[in-house]
């Protein structure tokens, strides 16, 4: 990494700074001068910054915070784990080091699961590996009367959830349990639907994502197997027993993972066949059972 000279105190003005800034991330595979914009655009949003023109000269405290922002992502840290906060489907979620960075193509999901059940909402929803709990609580956000169970293995993962149940009013709605992707096993409760975003990505391809994914995103939401498939292995045949007759299960996959669902003889264990649904990069990115 070239670290470029940065402006003095007396020319550090907003515009000197969004410059180097620019300059700094220029290198990065992705749009990094935006990105250099748009830290600099969080910075004075925050409320104990006064509102900046570009021709003021920044504060040392706010010069060294756009700085370390702006060398934290030259490093590769992704924009939204620097910033602590991302949007998914028009609202904000708080995130830290132990959850997966929430992708737009999740909210794939939402939507499909909003389109089938948007009529008869479900009164209950389990979350399998909830991550920063942006499904569940999207989903009790848009269902107002539903109650839902979000399960996690990491501390850090319900500790988020815990914080974005609050910040959206939901903390009354939810209980969150600690526990493996078999804890389901114990639970005694049944489900109008089961949502989860397991780790989906086969265990050899992991070194070669993109550096943002690989050295940020926790081993444990990545990690899908030798083929990626594992969990859904583990999962696919106790799922029915946990659903009301008439239930769903929507689960998101690997864009090159819908040819396994397809071949899926999923009558046997109590389910309509899998509808598959892609993102809007035309990727397979979620399967919808319903339990018959
Ligand atoms: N969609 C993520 C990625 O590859 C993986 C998340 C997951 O395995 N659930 O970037």
Same mark, same amino acid.
């Not at 493996?180 to 949502?195: E, K, N, P, T």
């Given at each position: 990494?070239?670290?470029?000279?940065?402006?003095?105190?007396?020319?550090?003005?907003?515009?000197? $700074? #969004?410059?180097?800034?620019?300059? /700094?991330?220029?290198?990065?595979?992705?749009?990094?001068?935006?990105?250099?914009?748009?830290?600099? /655009?969080?910075?004075?949003?925050?409320?104990?910054?006064? $509102?900046?023109? =570009? /021709?003021?000269?920044? =504060?040392?405290? +706010?010069?060294?915070?756009?700085?370390?922002?702006?060398?934290? !992502?030259?490093?590769?840290?992704?924009? %939204?784990?620097?910033?602590?906060? *991302?949007? @998914? $489907?028009?609202?904000?979620?708080?995130?830290?080091?132990?959850?997966? *960075?929430? !992708?737009?193509?999740?909210?794939?999901?939402?939507?499909?699961?909003?389109?089938?059940?948007?009529?008869?909402?479900?009164?209950?929803?389990?979350?399998?590996?909830?991550?920063?709990? #942006?499904?569940?609580? /999207?989903?009790?956000?848009?269902?107002?009367?539903?109650?839902?169970?979000?399960?996690?293995?990491?501390?850090?993962?319900?500790? $988020?959830?815990?914080?974005?149940?609050?910040?959206?009013?939901?903390?009354?709605?939810?209980?969150?349990?600690?526990?493996?992707?078999?804890?389901?096993?114990?639970?005694?409760?049944?489900?109008?639907?089961?949502?989860?975003?397991?780790?989906?990505?086969?265990? +050899?391809?992991?070194?070669?994502?993109?550096?943002?994914?690989?050295? @940020?995103?926790?081993?444990?939401?990545?990690?899908?197997?030798?083929?990626?498939?594992?969990?859904?292995?583990?999962? &696919?045949?106790?799922?029915?027993? %946990?659903? %009301?007759?008439?239930?769903?299960?929507?689960?998101? &996959?690997?864009?090159?993972?819908?040819? @396994? @669902? !397809?071949?899926?003889?999923?009558?046997?264990?109590?389910?309509?066949?899998?509808?598959?649904?892609?993102?809007?990069?035309?990727?397979?990115?979620?399967?919808?059972?319903?339990?018959?």
């Amino acid at each position: 990494m070239i670290v470029l000279r940065e402006p003095s105190p007396e020319e550090g003005t907003v515009e000197a $700074w #969004i410059a180097w800034g620019e300059e /700094t991330l220029s290198r990065l595979p992705e749009d990094g001068r935006r990105e250099a914009r748009s830290l600099m /655009t969080v910075l004075k949003k925050d409320p104990l910054v006064p $509102w900046l023109r =570009k /021709t003021d000269l920044l =504060k040392g405290d +706010e010069a060294s915070r756009y700085k370390e922002w702006v060398l934290r !992502r030259a490093k590769r840290e992704p924009f %939204h784990r620097i910033t602590g906060v *991302v949007p @998914f $489907w028009g609202r904000d979620f708080y995130i830290g080091p132990g959850v997966l *960075v929430p !992708r737009p193509e999740t909210e794939t999901l939402v939507e499909a699961v909003l389109e089938r059940m948007s009529v008869c909402p479900p009164r209950t929803v389990l979350d399998l590996g909830t991550g920063s709990g #942006i499904l569940i609580l /999207t989903l009790l956000a848009e269902f107002p009367e539903a109650k839902g169970v979000a399960v996690d293995i990491l501390p850090e993962a319900l500790y $988020w959830t815990t914080v974005n149940a609050r910040s959206l009013g939901c903390e009354g709605r939810i209980s969150l349990v600690r526990g493996d992707w078999m804890s389901m096993i114990a639970m005694a409760g049944r489900f109008d639907l089961i949502v989860l975003n397991p780790p989906y990505v086969p265990t +050899e391809t992991i070194p070669a994502l993109e550096e943002e994914v690989c050295s @940020f995103d926790p081993w444990e939401a990545l990690d899908g197997g030798p083929d990626g498939l594992s969990i859904y292995r583990r999962l &696919i045949d106790i799922l029915p027993a %946990h659903l %009301h007759p008439g239930g769903w299960v929507a689960l998101e &996959i690997g864009g090159d993972q819908g040819s @396994f @669902f !397809r071949g899926y003889d999923a009558s046997a264990i109590g389910f309509s066949n899998p509808q598959i649904v892609r993102d809007v990069g035309g990727l397979d990115r979620v399967v919808l059972f319903r339990k018959d």
